[in-house]
């Protein structure tokens, strides 16, 4: 079956052309012009992806994203005609994928949605196997990470980034080793993301109620914590 992309944005012609080149690529697509529609859609459970316009009416895009991840970890791929850092950083924060700033190559945009997918469908040999530290348990082929056998909801990026680390306890990977590692099959991360997806972890486990799974070893990178 075709993975269903949900786009998102109030500009026909941004729409129009997704629309075209996604189906060109043989995925199905679906339009919506507001954060509220997109919040409806993917509440029905049968989207994939979701490309999400950051400035919408009514409902914007990164309320949307706050109330998608409360129920779904539904890759979402943010859209801004805005490039300041502080906007990447908080839709990352919120729980978002990626962000591509307009105006954008639309050749990147869908090699970027082919990205987010690998990670989901071959996520490597870390993700044939269940990874466990301590409390926690990473079973990234069925996208599923636990404390004390409790889910924690990851999205996709965060779920390959913790089972990098898992897959090596002990071993301090650098951020570019990360972003080799984590994704693999995806040389569109830049490293300066890296430190937003281990702080988004963090603050998911410690509202788990578990300590955080990740240490700092400054001036080098990250490794598990405890290791």
Known sequence: MSKHILVVDDEARIREVLQYALHKEGYEVSVVTDGREAIEAVAKGS???VILDVMLPEVDGLSACRHIRV??????????????EIDRVLGLDLGGD??????FSVRELVARVKALFRRLEAPGEAARKVLTHGRIEVDVERHEARLDGAPVTLT????????????RPGIVLSRSQLMTRAYRYDNLITERTIDTHVRRIRAKFRAAGGEDPIATVHGVGYKVAGA
């Open 98 to 103: 990626d962000y591509l700033t307009k105006p």
């Open 71 to 84: 129920e779904s970890r539904v890759p979402i791929l943010f859209l801004s005609a805005r490039s300041d």
């Open 47 to 49: 989207v994939d992806l």
């Open 156 to 167: 996709a990026t965060e779920l390959g980034l913790l089972g990098a680390l898992l897959e």
